[in-house]
């Protein structure tokens, strides 16, 4: 794939079969061609804030923020996950927008006295119901990232109890979803754009 001049994009569907390597895969793709961003290339140029190709579902994340007005500098911001994919990365892109951030994960004590401290709170960490009414701030933005199968159905990482409390929540499903995919769409017209020399690539 990485040798084909007709494809122009390349995502890996994770996680990986446990036999399979999955950093050694993800650093053997064409960091062109690197739709999900997850290259040590296309990561490291986030980490110092000249963006390449950035994972979709932050991307979606920071669109829905900007399309919504959502004020994030100066704003705090909270984002619980810290996975590769999501947690990780859009902390970086808030961080970027002048946001000051908190990352918050499994092991975090406390964890409702930081999301209650929260005006921006983003729940990316795939346990159903985690964040409910009494952990977030009354007017906060809450961006739902987690999706859960469960017996009731398809179940964020919000209880549903917060849309009383917050000023703006994201359904699930129906919200970041459809985000993603739209943003890894635009991704890969950026990586053909990349490889047609109508963008310039860092490392190109």
Do not use: W
């Amino acid at each position: 794939l990485n040798a084909d001049d007709t494809v122009d994009g390349i995502l890996v569907q994770t996680p990986l079969p446990a036999q399979i390597h999955e950093s050694r895969v993800m650093r053997t793709i064409d960091p062109v061609k690197d739709v999900d961003g997850l290259h040590p290339f296309n990561a490291g140029q986030l980490y110092f804030g000249r963006p390449t190709l950035v994972p979709a579902t932050p991307l979606g994340v920071m669109r829905l923020l900007e399309e919504y007005g959502v004020r994030l500098a100066g704003a705090r911001a909270v984002v619980v996950g810290r996975s590769l994919i999501v947690g990780r990365p859009v902390a970086l892109l808030l961080l970027h927008a002048n946001a000051t951030v908190t990352v918050c994960h499994s092991r975090t004590e406390e964890l409702a006295r930081h999301t209650r401290a929260a005006d921006v709170l983003v729940a990316a960490i795939g346990h159903a119901g985690l964040i409910r009414a009494d952990m977030v701030k009354p007017g906060a933005t809450v961006v739902d990232v987690g999706i859960t199968r469960t017996e009731e159905g398809l179940l964020g990482d919000v209880a549903r109890d917060v849309s009383d409390v917050a000023g703006r929540l994201t359904p699930v499903p129906g919200g970041v979803g459809p985000m993603t995919i739209a943003l890894l769409l635009e991704n890969t017209v950026r990586a053909a754009r990349y490889r047609r020399e109508m963008l310039a690539f860092p490392g190109g």
